[in-house]
Nanobody, 122 residues
């Protein structure tokens, strides 16, 4: 049932920051664990970070630890990804996704947004 829409992508210089948002439709946002995944051209979609239903548990891929922060605002049906100290290798299409259970596994996520492009220039 979840419908997800990402926003906030764009072009930024290396070392800069962006904040992505994922807006969910419907009244059941808080029923889902949420995650961010990314896919660069020619590469498989990869896990970036995930957050539990209430926001109490968070997990990050090693490549983004210390630089990215996931959060959610359940009353606003919105999830965020704060990205700091961006690197050219962070360039990818970023997708938000929803899972019926806590997971860091892409295959456990049932609903996906359309993606938003993040480009980091050197």
């Amino acid at each position: 049932q979840a419908q997800l829409v990402e926003s906030g992508g764009g072009l930024v210089q290396a070392g800069g920051s962006l904040r992505l948002a994922c807006a969910a439709s419907g009244p059941t946002f808080s029923s889902y664990a949420m995650g961010w995944f990314r896919q660069a051209p020619g590469k498989e979609r990869a896990f970036v970070t995930a957050i539990s239903r209430s926001g109490g548990v968070r997990s990050y891929a090693d490549s983004v630890k210390g630089r990215f922060t996931i959060s959610r605002d359940n009353p606003k049906n919105t999830m965020y990804l704060q990205m700091n100290s961006l690197k050219p290798e962070d360039t990818a299409v970023y997708y938000c996704a929803a899972s019926q259970k806590w997971s860091t596994n892409l295959h456990d996520y049932d609903y996906w947004g359309q993606g938003t492009q993040v480009t980091v220039s050197s």
